[in-house]
């Protein structure tokens, strides 16, 4: 029986967290599309993640868009809790998944070839697994660091 509620609780706390991230996404591209309705969010798996991009501990979302008649350019749309609107990363390192790096966490810098910690969560894209970047937030803007090649 007590596993049985165990497992209960958790299928429940996933779905209310995946309801959340959801809810949060919806409202994220709301304000996408009032910056540029020609943009839509892209559906599937490793498209969206959810961190502390800002380090304001409050959870903040990002998730990949593209115009939908091409398809080909993509995007990251964020949107932080500290504000109001959303921001869009453009020319993007590469583009098929994306992931957050958690603060703390050791990479080595591929540009500077040193290796450093991630001062907040950092949105993340891949390719492949072969090669990426991780997109920092500082001073109202995002900034790349190649961590991956």
């Known amino acids: 029986m007590n596993k049985t509620r165990t497992l209960v609780f958790a299928v429940l706390s996933i779905v209310s967290l ?26 599937g798996p490793y498209t969206s993640a959810m961190g502390d991009f800002d380090g304001d501990n409050k959870e903040d979302t990002a998730f990949f868009i593209e115009k939908p008649k091409d398809g080909k ?9 500290s504000r109001a609107d959303a921001l869009l990363i453009t020319d993007l390192y590469v583009n098929e998944s994306l992931s957050v790096s958690k603060k703390g966490t050791s990479f080595y810098n591929f540009e500077t070839n040193k290796e450093d910690a991630y001062p907040s969560d950092g949105i993340s894209v891949s390719c492949c697994e072969c090669c990426g970047a991780t997109y920092l ?3 109202g803007t995002f900034y790349q660091v190649v961590d991956s090649d």
Do not use: G, H, I
């Not at 995946?18 to 559906?43: F, G, I, M, N, Y």
């Not at 993509?74 to 932080?80: P, Q, T």
């Open 73 to 81: 350019s993509r995007a990251v749309a964020v949107c932080l809790s």
């Open 137 to 139: 937030y500082s001073n």
């Open 18 to 43: 995946t309801a959340q991230s959801t809810a949060a996404q919806d409202s994220c591209e709301a304000k996408v599309r009032a910056k540029a309705p020609d943009l839509k969010r892209v559906d």
